[in-house]
């Protein structure tokens, strides 16, 4: 199986800040990384697929880059709403693993 | 509108069966790969395997390969996951999702969640 390590595992940060979370794959994936968030009680939501497309109807302050084996999330200014978890997914080969998560929250 | 709409939560015993299902609405079933993911309680997303509602074609990752069981019934645009024998360590939420047809393929849809919980 593919390993994919998120970090930080945790991270405090302020309204209006920029954020970055790292997700590196064990071995290449190309650009096959997705990456999702997830609030508590809910199901995840996709933000990002094919490591830097933006799914329809997520804000621009998200924003994917990376291929290979690293792969990077950015928050450009931090939402009251954007404090979650966030979760990295190769689709590149079965079984499609997830990161550990990150957990955003609020300072 | 895509839906994806899985049954209720349940409470079980160790060692019964269950099984629990996601009844997609709002797209061409067949057309498209529908994944389970396990959470359990606190902790992170685990994918556990696909299926093609087309064919059944199936997917399992190894971590859960002879443990559970999906399946489909392509008259009522439902897939189903199912156990044989639960364990105290099945107690979690189970979401499906659906595939996407784009590049990645990404999850696009994901179930509300089942919160299956197993103890004596």
């Known amino acids: 199986d593919i390993q994919m390590t998120q970090s930080p595992s945790s991270l405090s940060a302020s309204v209006g800040d920029r954020v970055t979370i790292t997700c590196r794959a064990s071995?290449?994936?190309?650009?096959?990384l997705n990456w999702y968030q997830q609030k508590p009680g809910k199901a995840p939501k996709l933000l990002i697929y094919?490591?830097?497309s933006l799914e329809s109807g997520v804000p621009s302050r998200f924003s994917g880059s990376g291929s290979g084996t690293d792969f990077t999330l950015t928050i450009s200014s931090l939402q009251p709403e954007d404090f979650a978890t966030y979760y990295c997914?190769?689709?590149?080969?079965?079984?499609?693993?997830f990161g550990q998560g990150t957990k955003v929250e609020i300072k | 509108e895509v839906q994806l709409v899985q049954s209720g939560a349940e409470v079980k015993k160790p060692g019964e069966s269950l099984k629990i299902s996601c009844e997609g609405s709002?797209?061409?079933?067949?057309?498209?790969?529908i994944g389970w993911v396990r959470q359990m309680p606190g902790k992170g997303l685990e994918w556990m395997g696909i299926?093609?509602?087309?064919?059944?074609?199936?997917r399992y990752s190894p971590s859960f390969q002879g443990q559970v069981t999906f399946s489909v019934d392509k008259s009522i645009s439902t897939a189903y996951l199912q156990w044989s024998s639960l364990k105290a360590s099945d107690t979690a939420m189970y979401y499906c999702?659906?595939?996407?047809?784009?590049?990645?393929?990404?999850?696009?849809?994901w179930g509300q969640g089942t919160l299956v919980t197993v103890s004596s």
């Open positions: 299926i093609y509602p087309g064919d059944s074609d199936t």
């Open positions: 071995q290449s994936i190309s650009r096959y």
């Open positions: 709002g797209y061409t079933f067949t057309s498209y790969w």
């Open positions: 094919a490591a830097s």
């Open positions: 999702a659906r595939q996407s047809l784009r590049s990645g393929p990404p999850i696009d849809y």
């Open positions: 997914q190769q689709s590149y080969v079965t079984p499609r693993t």
